[in-house]
């Protein structure tokens, strides 16, 4: 597998602003865009056997579904909130429109943005996972003050 560079650079490095005279919603689009690329490539993945298969993502985060050991009995009545949201995840369909090979981890910090055109290059692919498509649209958190994008997970 090769790499090259995604040109332009990463929205956070560029202290959340975006196009200067583009207006933000062309962000936004280009973001839903390349993920709806991203997800239409996913109805294709067929891993080849059982040793590159990626995992789902409820077995990559057993630890922290672990819920008795990760939040304490006082807390009892979060820990079954949770865990029926958990069921609820579960319980969702598994067809190839709703649920397959997900990114993991998209989010603004591994996407470059070309300033001059708004084109999205997305990289760091280390954390794939099988799970719900709408998962990844998750990610994408924002506020918008001042005319500044500014990440909630950073506030």
């Not at 583009?22 to 996913?42: C, S």
């Not at 609820?88 to 981890?105: A, C, M, Q, V, Y």
Request: aromatic content about 10%; some cysteine; overall charge neutral.
């Amino acid at each position: 597998m090769t790499f090259i560079k995604g040109k332009g650079m990463r929205v956070p490095d560029n202290e959340y602003r975006y196009r200067t005279d583009a207006p933000i919603e062309e962000y936004f689009r280009n973001w839903g865009k390349i993920l709806g690329q991203m997800h239409a490539l996913t109805k294709k993945y067929q891993p080849e056997s059982d040793v590159i298969k990626r995992p789902e993502w409820s077995d990559l985060h057993k630890g922290r579904l672990a819920l008795a050991t990760q939040l304490p009995e006082r807390l009892h009545r979060v820990q079954t909130q949770i865990q029926f949201l958990l069921d609820e995840l579960k319980s969702l369909p598994r067809d190839k429109d709703s649920f397959g090979l997900i990114h993991g981890d998209f989010n603004d910090g591994n996407f470059t943005v070309d300033y001059e055109n708004g084109d999205i290059t997305v990289f760091d692919l280390t954390t794939p996972a099988i799970f719900g498509l709408c998962t990844s649209a998750s990610a994408g958190r924002w506020n918008r003050q001042d005319n500044v994008l500014t990440s909630a997970s950073h506030l």
